[in-house]
T-cell receptor, first 113, second 112 residues
Framework: KAGVTQTPRYLIKTRGQQVTLSCSPI?????VSWYQQTPGQGLQFLFE???????NKGNFPGRFSGRQFSNSRSEMNVSTLELGDSALYLC????????????FGPGTRLTVT | KNQVEQSPQSLIILEGKNCTLQ??????????LRWYKQDTGRGPVSLTI?????NTKSNGRYTATLDADTKQSSLHITASQLSDSASYIC???????????FGGGTRVLVKP
């Protein structure tokens, strides 16, 4: 069974631009969660999607948004990028919403210059 | 406030030696605690998960302990190998609201 895949793996953007990251969960998994990881803050929860609906949200500004498609694939969008948005963005999939068993993807390394 | 604190932030050990990582939490009510290993440039991989009633759980050379009374957990690495060089993250799930709280991680470097 293929694992969680994220694209692209690396991305360089400039301040003010927007970016879209993609996550394909493990086949059969219906929940996708997004996390931001920085050296200073560690892993921080962004949001969780299940059945195309956002079920849970962390404490991030509205510039961070996401969506989930009928095939459970998810995208995350960040608008008006700031230098502080430079981070590793991780996606995790699980069978059910709020499941104990989350499987992480390799992440997308975003650098904002 | 629900928090998870890990110590030390980083450590260097010689190959073959043992080490112990600490995780203290204030998350309440407690549901479970999970230890992840994260290699550089990769996503975290689960090592163990512990519920309230479990004191010790092993996964190969990794042994996790949990003291739910003092809200402390430890991860012991036995006979370390170069491949153990990674960040180890402690994550606690809160029973109410089912939310996860992540520790800042401990970066382990195993030297030959």
């Amino acid at each position: 069974k293929a694992g969680v895949t994220q694209t692209p793996r690396y991305l360089i953007k400039t301040r003010g631009q927007q970016v879209t990251l993609s996550c394909s969960p493990i086949s059969g998994h219906r929940s996708v969660s997004w996390y931001q990881q920085t050296p200073g803050q560690g892993l921080q929860f962004l949001f969780e999607y299940f059945s195309e609906t956002q079920r849970n949200k962390g404490n991030f500004p509205g510039r961070f948004s996401g969506r989930q498609f009928s095939n459970s694939r998810s995208e995350m969008n960040v608008s008006t990028l700031e230098l502080g948005d430079s981070a590793l963005y991780l996606c995790a999939s699980s069978l059910l919403q709020g499941s104990n068993e989350q499987y992480f993807g390799p992440g997308t390394r975003l650098t904002v210059t | 406030k629900n928090q998870v604190e890990q110590s030390p932030q980083s450590l260097i050990i010689l190959e073959g030696k043992n080490c112990t990582l600490q995780c203290n939490y204030t998350v309440s009510p407690f549901s479970n605690l999970r230890w992840y290993k994260q290699d550089t440039g990769r996503g975290p991989v689960s090592l163990t998960i512990m519920t309230f009633s479990e004191n010790t759980k092993s996964n190969g050379r990794y042994t996790a302990t949990l003291d739910a009374d003092t809200k402390q957990s430890s991860l012991h690495i036995t006979a370390s190998q170069l491949s153990d060089s990674a960040s180890y993250i402690c994550v606690v799930r809160r029973a109410a609201g089912n939310k996860l709280t992540f520790g800042g991680g401990t970066r382990v470097l195993v030297k030959p």
